[in-house]
């Protein structure tokens, strides 16, 4: 689920990065953020949408390492490519695939390797 969002620095525009999480035991816990995979168009329309559901206050329970930003309602699913989790939760090297309109935002579970 998309959390917030960052401001974008230098040349880029829209935004910088998307804070994400996931849905744990009904919290959502925030599993790191993602900054590439966006083209230009991608970038602009996002940001619009973004900016409608903004809200005060974090959207994720307990500790986020990234305070800066803006935080909306976790009404958005990513789809994100990623290499592996890291010991401490997070997403290591995270990048955007797009949106999912078919995956309601509270379905968004961790991936568990199968085994």
Known sequence: MIG???EPAGSRVGLGALPLGHDED???RYAGKVGTGFD???LLA???RLEGARRTGSPFTGAVREARGRRV????VAQIAFTEWTRDGMLRHPRSL???TDKKPREVARERPAG
């Open 4 to 6: 917030g969002f960052t």
């Open 26 to 28: 009904g919290r959502l």
């Open 40 to 42: 230009r168009r991608t």
């Open 46 to 48: 996002l940001r619009e």
């Open 73 to 76: 309602e976790p009404e958005l």
């Open 98 to 100: 797009g949106l999912r």
